[in-house]
């Protein structure tokens, strides 16, 4: 296992209109906590309309996990700003499903590349306008 | 139980004589590596193996070796079922949960077994999601515990998971199981999605005493 330190975060890259978070390792309580309040707040600073959320890296996705990052998508949208979850394991999403787990509530995307063609097509609301729909 | 090694000296001793049966056998132990005493599947024929080499040197008549040689299978054949198939210890992995850190490093151990055990992908990783979710209650609510993962090598090879802790306990465990279980911590849904991957679940909880949570997933 990779031991990753206290401080790490994930990174958050800004590219063009969109942020976007590629989820390379095992999630701890503690990274995801750091990731929601990241996303958060670099929503508030930047003038973004998507978010795409790569979790192709990670390990498993439990309860927790899962609902931390419906949890980014809701407060993405709130905030006018569109989530796309991307590169979910078949496997991992099996799971979920089996579970009895859903992400309710954000768009799905096989890979970033199409993540990505997804959020250009569908305009996003303007920020702040109607978001809490 | 009778004594093999002594009776194939016997069926030998009736084609040779007892000083070449003795040699016969002692030298086909040594070379199969094999206790007629102590046999284990797949030694019989490693053991006649050897001995069909000494016996083609001292019994040249091929009908008479070849009775001799049925006479020591039908033997080994028995006396090798007589005893239990011999079974491997079951390996047994500890993993403190005492902070939210080992839950990571719980399911990571967890899929480990079962990549060596030779699970497929998506048994591994429900596995290691029920196994985060049982560590995380732990976490949660007992504050730290254990979580032990044992092979199982019986007639169903698998895996076994405990999680074990001395915390507050559950008092109403078929509502936290039921459908309509509202959390205040979480989704609510840990232990009926962990209940939902496993193939065996069992739920053990003393009010004030701890809980002890048992699940299984075999391979087939
Ligand atoms: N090890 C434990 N010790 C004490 N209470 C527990 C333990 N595990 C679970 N519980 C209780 O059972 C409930 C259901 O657990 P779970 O299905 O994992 O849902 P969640 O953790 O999201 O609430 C918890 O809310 C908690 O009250
Ligand atoms: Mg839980």
Known sequence: ?133 | MSDTRQQILEILGGHMSAILARSVLSLSISWSKVDPNRLRPGDDNRLLAELEKGCRLYVRDDTLRQTCMEQMQTLLTINGHTLPPPEEPPRLTRVPVLGESDIVDARGIGRLVCNKLGFSGAMQIKVATAISELARNIVQYADKGEITITTLNGNRRGIEVVARDEGPGIADISLVMSDRYNSRTGMGIGLKGTRNLMDEFDLKSTPGKGTEIRVRKYMD
């Open chain 1, 1 to 133: 296992m990779t031991e990753i330190s206290d401080t790490f975060r994930i990174p958050i890259i800004k590219l063009h209109d969109k942020l976007i978070v590629s989820i390379q390792m095992a999630l701890s309580d503690r990274l995801v906590m750091q990731l929601k309040d990241d996303i958060t707040t670099r929503i508030e600073r930047v003038n973004i309309t998507g978010l795409i959320i790569d979790v192709s890296g990670i390990d498993v996705m439990d309860s927790y996990i899962s609902r931390a990052l419906r949890d980014m998508g809701l407060i993405a949208r709130l905030m006018g700003v569109r989530t796309v979850i991307s590169g979910l394991d078949p496997m991992i999403a099996m799971t979920l499903v089996e579970m009895g787990l859903d992400l309710k509530g954000v768009s799905a995307a096989l890979n970033l590349e199409t993540a990505i063609e997804l959020l250009d097509r569908k305009p996003a609301k303007t920020r702040g306008k109607g978001a809490a729909a």
